[in-house]
């Protein structure tokens, strides 16, 4: 049995709690939350459960490991107290892992010293058409890759075009809904640089409204990124690549999925990927996926097949590289 | 169960820019069916087209949809069953309002300004007796009477469903405490404990052990041809349906998101046993005309052979 130690209770917190007490090999032990009000009535709303303040308070629980799933920007600074504190070896970071790549660095760093299981919060990766695209180009099934436009759109901040405050405690609309696109462009990929701004590039992604940025790779391949949290349209955030080939095209979101080649036209729904199918379904089949891969790592020590903090470093290097941080 | 007894209702999500099919369909949609006067309409041509009542997540939109059924005396001998809370506006509003606290503030205002005396009084006790229990039977309070308020006092509200994400939710932390509450909540409403899951098996066994009864209540879950959203399995689903005798179980997603074709995925659903009704959201007139007439045949078909 993992015991597991959730750090700050906000909705990716109580998601993955849930999840992980539905799993058979895990068990959520303890949620650290700062804000007093969410304490008063989370010791009585979670049985079982510990509800403390400190992350010191986690010391001595037996905790295997943690999910902070605190705001971006306090991510390195929990991450190397629960390392400090020996309070768990293994550790999930919701997304994105940083709020730099100094501190992404930082972090891999540290964790590495630790030898165990890291993850980032990057479920798109265990989303069944996702999935089966990076499969397919593995596959090779549009030929040689030759660029990519990725995008990510979502309405969170659509009608608070004002409010650049709550878009930034989440790490701005880059780190908030693009770093999913990135992280895929950099697993389908490989390494990526950011080439010169497209024109709009914003000098720091507030307010919360588009960001967008050209990107190649060593091999030749020139994408794109679109991010906004401000498309009323998108009921739902949505991720999604258009992929161009020497033989072919892949078009693939979060719902489907439809290859073009000079053979055949083909389309696979998430429907026909029985993306359903896990044991506890909440949000998400995706979440449910990812939290089962990093449960067995903790508890195997294998490959989870996610986004480790290495791969998460890869992702904050090419967000600040769009942002125009140095490098 | 013969045909006639089925519960046959209108959903509420296409009017809410719902697609699991994809967010593209949801977007050719068009912003007309998300308006309340328009979805009011397609509800309306659902009553009289064989709809014996309508499911819905209660916000501003469905509120309204209930005032406009009320005023034309539309809705007067149809079932309401009402999901609380509105997980998806809710989140929305967190994330504006700066997470759980600040959300928690904004609904603490509305439940006062709401003049519900009942759901005042409960708040302000679980608020000084760290009674969360109290806390929720007081937000459940509110939410009957913003729909009894809209839809008139003489209204069937039959059944007050908690919300898939937050009955899943409370599945994976073992909050029995919610679930005792709810009933509480609806006992006291005068309605049927309802609840809305992707996960029945795990539903069903968690309040077997819990000894909270499911005679009685409502509850909705994905029954679909091709299993999707079926959880843990298309068979557990099916075996746990088989035995729930007293429980009025309601499929939803019978196409599969929109997977299935109409006819396919009618006839699956006619063929399970124990099932008390379907939902089904309509878009278009033509879709309300056709849908409830065309799934009760279904039933009826089943029913003889």
Same mark, same amino acid.
């Given at each position: 049995m993992v015991n597991v130690a959730i750090i700050g209770s906000g909705k990716m917190g109580i998601l993955h709690g849930a999840i992980l007490g539905a799993l058979?090999? !895990?068990?959520?032990?303890a949620i650290c939350e700062r804000k007093w009000i969410i304490r008063r009535f989370g010791k009585n709303a979670f049985p079982g459960v510990r509800v403390v303040?400190?992350?010191?308070? =986690? !010391? &001595? =629980? &037996?905790?295997d490991a943690v999910y902070v799933t605190t705001l971006p920007g306090s991510h390195c600074e929990v991450v190397r107290e629960v390392f400090e504190r020996e309070i768990a070896a293994n550790v999930f970071v919701e997304?994105?892992?940083?709020?730099s790549y100094e501190e992404a660095r930082e972090m891999n760093a540290l964790a590495e010293a630790q030898g165990a299981a890291t993850m980032v919060g990057f479920q798109k990766r265990f989303s069944k058409t996702f999935d089966k695209a990076k499969r397919l180009l593995d596959e090779g099934a549009i030929g040689e890759i030759a660029g990519f436009d990725a995008w990510s759109y979502s309405s969170d901040f659509a009608e608070a075009s004002a409010d650049a405050r709550q878009s930034a405690s989440r790490g701005g609309v880059l780190r908030d809904a693009g770093s999913h696109a990135i992280d895929l462009a950099l697993w389908y990929f490989g390494d990526l640089e950011v080439l010169?701004? !497209?024109? &709009?590039?914003?000098?720091?992604? =507030?307010? !919360?409204d588009f960001s967008s940025a050209r990107v190649g790779t060593s091999s030749g391949i020139v994408g794109t990124f679109s991010v906004s949290a401000?498309?009323?349209?998108?009921r739902l955030p949505e991720i999604g690549i258009t992929i161009k080939g020497s033989e072919g095209r892949i078009d693939v979101n979060d719902d489907q999925l439809e290859l073009v080649n000079d053979r055949q036209t083909q389309r696979w729904h998430r429907q026909d990927l029985a993306?359903?199918?896990?044991e506890f379904l909440l949000g998400e089949a995706e979440y449910s996926r990812e939290n089962d891969a990093f449960i067995a790592a903790v508890a195997? &020590? =294998?490959?989870?097949g996610g986004a480790d903090f290495e791969a998460g470093a890869r992702v904050e290097r090419i967000i600040d590289a769009m942002l125009g941080a140095p490098a | 169960m013969s045909a006639d007894e089925k519960l046959l209702l209108v959903g509420d999500n296409p009017f809410l820019g719902v697609s699991h099919l994809s967010q593209e369909r949801a977007k050719a949609r068009g912003s007309d069916v998300t308006t309340a006067d328009h979805a009011a309409e397609l509800v309306s041509i659902s009553f009289n087209n064989g709809a014996d009542g309508f499911l819905f997540s209660i916000g501003e939109l469905s509120l309204s949809v209930l005032n406009t059924l009320r005023k034309r005396e539309d809705a007067a001998s149809k079932s309401l069953l009402a999901i609380a809370p509105w997980s998806f506006e809710y989140v929305r509003a967190a994330v504006r309002l700066g997470g759980l606290p600040g959300l928690a503030g904004e609904v603490s205002r509305r439940v006062v300004r709401s003049r519900n005396i009942y759901a005042v009084l409960q708040g302000a006790r679980g608020a000084l007796s760290n009674d969360i229990g109290a806390l929720f039977k007081a937000y459940m309070s509110y939410e009957v009477s913003r729909v009894r308020s809209a839809a008139g006092?003489?209204?069937?509200?039959e059944s007050l469903l908690l919300h898939e994400i937050v009955t899943d939710m409370a599945l994976g932390f073992d909050m029995e405490w919610m679930f005792r509450a709810h009933v509480d909540a609806n006992r006291r409403a005068g309605t049927k404990p309802g609840y809305n899951t992707r996960n029945l098996p795990l539903l069903v066994a968690k309040l077997r052990e819990w000894g909270i009864?499911?005679?009685?209540s409502v509850i909705a879950a994905p029954f679909n041809a091709e299993g999707?959203?079926?959880? #843990?399995s298309m068979q557990e689903c099916e075996a746990v349906l088989a035995e729930l005798g007293s429980s009025e179980v309601i499929a939803f997603s019978i196409l599969a998101a929109g997977h299935l074709n109409y006819s396919d995925a009618i006839e699956y659903v006619a063929e399970? #046993?124990?099932?008390r009704g379907a939902v089904v959201g309509v878009s278009k007139p033509e879709h309300a005309r056709s849908t409830f007439g065309d799934l009760r045949r279904s039933f009826e078909r089943a029913a003889a052979s």
């Open positions: 058979p090999d !895990a068990r959520v032990v303040e400190h992350l010191s308070d =986690l !010391a &001595g =629980l &037996g905790v997304k994105s892992l940083a709020a010169a701004p !497209a024109e &709009g590039t914003p000098l720091t992604d =507030l307010p !919360a401000q498309m009323a349209d998108y993306d359903s199918e896990v195997t &020590g =294998l490959d989870h | 006092r003489d209204a069937r509200l009864s499911l005679d009685g999707f959203q079926m959880c #843990p399970l #046993p124990n099932l």
